[in-house]
C-alpha cells in the first residue's frame, strides 16, 4: 500500500514483514518480526561483476554458515533501483546478542578461516561496504507480520529528519498510522531508527512484498488513504512533513537465495525459491566464503 504526502511530493510505503528464527549455543538472535536490533551490510558492486559473479561468490559464505550448522541467519537482496548494491539484513535481540555472535564465530577456526576466504574473493568484485545499526521502533510501528518465507520484494524508504524536529516526525507517523488503522485493516509496517553508521535523525521504513502486482495494488488505496486523513489532516501533513523532513528517498530491492543463509523453516516454506538446484550443489574446496553480521 503507498500513501503521499503531496505537499512536499513525498512517496512512503510503510509496511514491514520479517520472519522468526531460532538461535542456538547460548547467541539469541530473537524475531525478526521485529527485531529489536537490525545490522544491515551494503556492499557496491563494481560494474560488470554483479549477477551470476556476485551470487556465486556470497554462496560461499552460505556453504561455510550451513557447514557450521550456525545459528545466527542473514537476508540478502540486490537492487532493482539506485546504485548496483547488495544488502544483507541480520538481526539479534540485542547489542550484547550481537557481540556474542561475533565472538563466537572468532572462536571457530574453520568457520573463520572460510570467511575470510571467501572475503578475498568477494573483495574484488566490490567497489566499497559500509554497515549501518538500526533499533527498533515499536511505537512508530504498525502491525508487523511474522513470516517472510513467501515475500520476493522489499521496499526501502530513508528519511533524514532535521535537528530538532523529533517531534514532528512522531506526530506525522501518529497521523499516517491512524489513517491506515481506519482505512486499511491489513496495513502492517515497521520504523526503524539508526543507531551507528551515518546521519543522526535517520529513520527507516521496510516494505515486503511477495510481488511487485501487490505494489500496483498499493497504489489503488491511495484515496482510501486521503480520505481517511480528511482535507484538515492531509494540511497538517504535508505541513509537518515540509518542516520536519530534511530529505527522502525510496528504494527496491529483490530477494537474493543465493545471498541469504536462512533458517529451514524458511526453505521448506518455498524450496523452489529459496534452495534452487545450482545453490544445493558443492562448490569448490576453498574458493570463496563470508559473513555478514559483525
Known amino acids: 500500500f503507498m500513501k503521499i504526502f503531496k505537499g512536499c511530493g513525498l512517496v512512503c510505503a510503510l509496511a514491514f514483514a520479517l520472519p522468526c528464527a531460532v538461535s542456538a549455543q547460548g547467541m539469541s538472535q530473537g524475531s525478526m518480526a521485529h527485531p529489536r536490533i537490525l545490522q544491515i551490510t551494503r556492499e557496491y558492486v563494481k560494474p560488470g561483476k554483479a549477477g551470476e559473479l ?38 539479534y535481540d540485542s547489542l ?7 565472538a563466537a564465530t572468532e572462536k571457530n577456526a574453520t568457520l ?8 578475498e574473493a568477494d573483495g574484488e568484485l566490490l567497489d566499497s561496504m559500509d554497515q549501518g545499526v538500526f533499533l527498533f521502533n515499536e511505537e512508530q510501528s504498525l502491525r508487523p507480520l511474522a513470516d517472510l518465507s513467501h515475500m520476493k520484494f522489499m521496499e526501502i524508504l530513508l528519511f533524514h529528519v532535521r535537528p530538532g524536529h523529533d517531534k514532528e516526525w512522531g ?5 499516517v498510522k491512524a489513517a491506515y488503522e481506519k482505512s486499511d485493516p491489513t496495513a502492517h509496517w515497521g520504523e526503524y531508527d539508526l543507531m551507528y553508521g551515518g546521519e543522526s535523525d535517520t529513520h527507516i521504513v521496510l516494505t515486503a512484498h511477495p510481488n511487485l502486482a501487490e505494489v500496483d495494488e498499493g497504489m489503488k488505496k491511495e484515496k482510501d488513504f486521503v480520505a481517511a486523513m480528511g482535507e484538515e489532516g492531509m494540511k497538517k501533513l504535508d505541513e509537518l512533513s515540509a518542516s520536519a523532513i530534511d530529505t527522502s528517498q525510496s528504494q527496491l530491492f529483490a530477494f537474493d537465495p543465493h545471498m541469504s543463509y536462512v533458517s529451514e ?22 574458493k ?7
Not at 545466527?72 to 547488495?86: D, E, F, I, P, V
Not at 516454506?269 to 545450482?278: G, L, R, S
Open 171 to 175: 506526530e506525522i507517523v501518529k497521523l
Open 265 to 286: 523453516d524458511w526453505i521448506k516454506a518455498d524450496p523452489e525459491f529459496w534452495k534452487p538446484k545450482e545453490m544445493m550443489q558443492t562448490p569448490k574446496a576453498g
Open 96 to 102: 550484547g546478542a550481537w557481540e556474542k555472535d561475533s
Open 54 to 91: 556476485h551470487d556465486k561468490a556470497e554462496s560461499a559464505f552460505v556453504r561455510a554458515m550451513e557447514r557450521a550448522k550456525w545459528p545466527t541467519h542473514y537476508l540478502g537482496m540486490t537492487s532493482l533501483s539506485g546504485k548496483q548494491r547488495a544488502l544483507f539484513f541480520t538481526w
Open 288 to 294: 570463496e566464503m563470508k559473513k555478514k553480521n559483525p
Open 112 to 119: 573463520s578461516a572460510e570467511l575470510e576466504r571467501a572475503g
